[in-house]
């Protein structure tokens, strides 16, 4: 499974990207507006730090405004991909948006139904929300694995990003039911390094060469 961070802020971006721990970004309209930066200055400069793909999501709510957005998301950076909302008129606009050789990122799925919908447009990736799930009780995970069996039954190529990822679980949750991706906010991919185990360890390593050979 590959990592990609949920963020907008670049310098958590460049934090992650130089550990060689990311393959990607995405964004959403809160994440931008929570940067309070020019969203075209922040994807440049998230551009400029990965090599990989980068999620820009449009803000109209028709297809015609979503397709006229995408088509300028796109020319952005070759690794842009558009993120679009699942709704009918995000089919539509991904349907064309693929016609056209342009990428695509279906968000806000919280169903198999939705990522079935999806994939069939041609996305090239679809985000069911593990964590919004799993807020309202629903096991976001379950539905992850679900969409993984349904893609592999029907051979699609659409790739899963699991999204919203809150905890640890999830994270790893993920990984054991066949998300091609998990994308993870900065705290959450921090907290996955540590163990209290590890650090106990290198303070016993530490100790036991210092009481032998000194500091
Ligand atoms: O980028 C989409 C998704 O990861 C948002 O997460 O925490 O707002 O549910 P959250």
């Given amino acids: 499974m590959k990592l990609f961070i949920d963020t907008a802020n670049v310098e958590h971006i460049?934090?992650?990207?130089?550990?060689?721990?990311?393959?990607?970004?995405?964004?959403n309209p809160t994440l931008i507006a929570k940067e309070g930066r020019d969203f075209l200055e922040v994807i440049k400069e998230i551009a400029s730090i990965v090599d990989g793909?980068?999620?820009?999501?449009v803000i109209s709510l028709e297809a015609s405004g979503m397709v006229?957005?995408?088509?300028?998301?796109?020319?952005?950076?070759?690794?842009?991909i558009v993120?679009?909302?699942?709704?009918?008129?995000?089919?539509?606009?991904?349907?064309?948006?693929?016609?056209?050789?342009?990428?695509?990122?279906?968000t806000l799925v919280?169903?198999?139904?939705?990522?079935?919908?999806?994939?069939?447009?041609?996305a090239t990736y679809v985000s069911p929300f593990?964590?919004?799930?799993?807020?309202?009780?629903?096991?976001?995970?379950?539905?992850?694995?679900?969409?993984?069996?349904?893609f592999d039954t029907y051979g699609f190529d659409t790739e899963i990003i699991s999204a919203s990822i809150r905890t640890q679980k999830q994270l790893s949750d993920s990984a054991l039911v066949g998300a091609h991706v998990a994308t993870v906010p900065y705290a959450v991919l921090k907290k996955a390094f540590t163990h209290p185990l590890t650090k106990n360890?290198?303070?016993?390593?530490?100790?036991?060469?210092?009481?032998?050979f000194g500091k």
Avoid at 68 to 79: C, L, P
């Fill in 14 to 27: 460049r934090e992650m990207a130089d550990l060689g721990i990311i393959s990607g970004v995405t964004t």
């Fill in 53 to 57: 793909p980068i999620s820009g999501e």
């Fill in 68 to 80: 006229k957005e995408g088509i300028e998301i796109s020319k952005i950076h070759k690794n842009m």
């Fill in 83 to 106: 993120k679009i909302p699942m709704t009918e008129q995000g089919i539509k606009a991904t349907k064309e948006l693929t016609r056209l050789g342009i990428k695509t990122n279906v």
């Fill in 110 to 122: 919280f169903s198999v139904n939705q990522a079935l919908l999806a994939a069939t447009a041609g």
């Fill in 130 to 150: 593990v964590g919004r799930l799993e807020d309202t009780l629903h096991d976001g995970i379950q539905v992850v694995s679900d969409i993984r069996n349904m």
């Fill in 201 to 212: 360890g290198i303070e016993a390593f530490m100790k036991d060469w210092e009481e032998t």
